[in-house]
């Protein structure tokens, strides 16, 4: 099955910098690999994602990229605020069936 | 995106007992998957559940613990089965449209004593 390994598991950043978080795949065959945001007391909300056909996706201030030789995608956030604070999960899945989650990182946005 | 309502928000329980969680989508979806986490721990699929066939379980996972309703299109419930303080997690109720994304509920928080 496919095994998702998640760097690092707490990020701390000053407000205004940028925040990279990794994730690395197993499978070959996975071709769908989104983010969720988990804020304290609520459910996993999808932020970004990107698919197998597509190297990179920007939304706003943040970013996935994709490298599939590598079989590893990121997540890039600029100019960090302190309401980014949250854990961040990636995940990765063939398209239609179940996910592989990392193990999250926990993301302090010190003002 | 689908809305889901799950309820209830959290609860505490006395173990040997069972809880019944409800999850209530806005749109009919096909697929509804159930999660487990553990504190401060990632997401654990528990088991996928379809409208009209039985849940399928993830290793780890037996129905005689985690039985699923799936009536339809719409509504599922797992319930958690004679509860130790291990089974003490959140779980999550969670809805997919193939390529067009996964939405999951604000989760059950479930503390055993």
């Known amino acids: 099955g496919e095994n998702v390994e998640q760097h690092p598991s707490t990020l701390s950043v000053q407000e205004g910098d940028s925040a990279v978080i990794k994730c690395t795949y197993s499978d070959s065959a996975s071709n769908y690999f989104p983010w969720y945001k988990q804020e304290l007391g609520k459910g996993p909300q999808l932020i970004i994602d990107i698919r197998s056909n597509v190297g990179e996706k920007k939304d706003q201030r943040i970013a996935v990229t994709l490298n599939k030789t590598a079989k590893h995608f990121s997540l890039h956030i600029t100019e960090t605020q302190p309401e980014d604070s949250a854990v961040y999960f990636c995940a990765a899945s063939q398209e239609g069936n179940q996910f592989y989650f990392g193990t999250g990182t926990s993301l302090t946005v010190i003002p | 995106s689908a809305v889901i309502s799950q309820k209830p928000s959290r609860d505490i329980c006395q173990r040997g007992t069972s809880l019944t969680i409800q999850c209530q989508v806005d749109?009919?979806?096909?697929?509804m998957f159930w999660y487990r986490q553990q504190p401060g721990q990632s997401l654990t699929l528990i088991a996928t559940?379809?409208?009209?066939?039985?849940?399928?379980?993830e290793s780890g996972f037996v129905i005689d613990k985690f039985p699923i309703s799936r009536p339809n299109l719409t509504f599922s419930t797992l319930t958690v089965s004679n509860m130790s303080p291990e089974d003490s997690s959140i779980y999550l109720c969670?809805?997919?449209?193939?390529?067009?994304?996964?939405?999951f509920g604000s989760g059950t928080r479930l503390t055993v004593v």
């Open positions: 559940a379809n409208q009209g066939s039985e849940a399928t379980y």
């Open positions: 749109s009919q979806v096909t697929m």
């Open positions: 969670s809805v997919g449209v193939p390529y067009y994304g996964y939405t």
